[in-house]
């Protein structure tokens, strides 16, 4: 075969390698390498020297790795035979993808099984050629676009559907609002497919999500179930702003006519007392409760005197209130033997043992239970 003094190699954006045909050299040959190209000369399957874009006269100072397989290169016209690949530098960005099946997820928000697809675009550029070459062209002549989608099509789809499954069951994102995360699982699905592309020499330089959507009758399912949501939320938050209207209008009225909840919640209790005939006289001269009665009795007589001070302020307010009337409940003076409302005779006051509550023995002055000395 005649020697060749020029090598080189034009190539279209879609080719990424290119073998030459061209497989015997001398030491004057000149190489030429294009921008956005690299040149690497390989022999019995190893990887030898790589050059850059310019031209190169081939001589022993610039194949320091071909000197060391031959030896010494006899005269500029010994021949030698070696193979030339030519690797496309350009960032190749209009690869177009999209999920082959389907993914079957749970919508965490609504808690429908559905089936999502998506779609995009990437781009790709060969970052290490030497690696490149070894990994994925092996002995194929020439290899393009294509060849490579092909060739890291399994990484892609698995490093989508893990970026999409994991945004919407671990984070909780719904499919109808995963719409405003595309930017953010497009960068995540990238950094993912660069560590697995990584040792072929391969570097994603920008991964693009152009949408992720359920199927059209999951979609309708979603969006019923979106409404129902909503009109539920609406009559919810319409009840408790009632409550918050009629709460705020209650604490209003107490503060203009100047009582507390705590104070309205004791006339509640006052007034179901009265209404009950006998109930409070009797819970009262019983001591249920360890003395509940006589509480109440101090409150309706501290209220009786606030009241009466309040509404009669020329009217004697020196009259002690000691009890309540057994028959209507109405306050009585201490030492008073009838009511002055309904003229019930009123029984003597019973005592009650301030250690145990144990009734004690009028005039008794020590506990009959527990022996503890009475007042």
């Not at 979603?222 to 918050?244: C, F």
């Not at 009786?304 to 509404?311: H, I, L, P, V, W």
């Not at 009511?339 to 019973?350: A, R």
Request: net charge neutral.
């Amino acid at each position: 075969m005649a020697q060749l003094n020029v090598i080189s190699q034009e190539m279209t954006n879609d080719q990424l390698v290119f073998k030459s045909y061209i497989e015997d050299f001398n030491t004057k040959s000149q190489l030429i390498v294009y921008e956005s190209q690299e040149a690497l000369f390989f022999k019995n399957g190893q990887a030898l020297d790589l050059f850059a874009a310019g031209k190169h006269t081939l001589d022993t100072e610039n194949l320091p790795f071909l000197k060391r397989i031959f030896g010494k290169i006899f005269g500029g016209a010994t021949p030698f035979p070696c193979e030339v690949f030519f690797i496309n530098k350009v960032s190749v960005l209009d690869i177009l993808w999209g999920t082959d099946m389907p993914i079957a997820l749970e919508d965490p928000k609504y808690h429908l099984l559905i089936n999502v697809r998506s779609n995009g675009q990437t781009g790709i550029r060969i970052k290490d050629s030497r690696r490149f070459v070894v990994k994925v062209v092996g002995q194929l002549r020439e290899v393009n676009v294509d060849t490579v989608r092909r060739a890291i099509k399994g990484a892609m789809m698995s490093s989508i559907k893990e970026t999409i499954a994991s945004a919407i069951v671990e984070q909780g994102m719904s499919i109808l609002e995963i719409a405003t995360k595309l930017s953010e699982l497009g960068a995540r699905v990238q950094a993912k497919m660069n560590a697995k592309v990584e040792d072929l020499g391969i570097e994603i330089e920008h991964f693009e999500i152009n949408s992720i959507l359920a199927g059209d009758q999951d979609l309708v399912k979603l969006r019923e179930a979106k409404e129902r949501r909503l009109e539920m939320t609406t009559e919810m938050e319409l009840e408790a702003q009632k409550v918050r209207m009629m709460s705020e209008a209650k604490a209003y009225a107490r503060s203009v006519e100047g009582y507390s909840y705590y104070d309205e919640r004791r006339f509640d209790v006052l007034e179901n007392a009265a209404k009950n005939e006998g109930a409070a006289g009797g819970l009262i001269n019983m001591g249920v409760g360890m003395g509940v009665g006589v509480g109440v009795a101090r409150d309706v007589g501290q209220m009786t005197n606030e009241m009466r001070a309040a509404g009669q302020p020329n009217a004697q307010q020196s009259v002690a209130v000691a009890s309540v009337c057994s028959g209507c409940g109405q306050p009585i003076a201490a030492g008073a033997k009838f009511c002055p409302n309904c003229g019930q005779k009123q029984e003597p006051k019973q005592r009650f043992c301030p250690e145990c509550g144990s009734p004690a023995p009028a005039g008794g002055k020590f506990c009959t239970n527990c022996g503890t000395k009475l007042e």
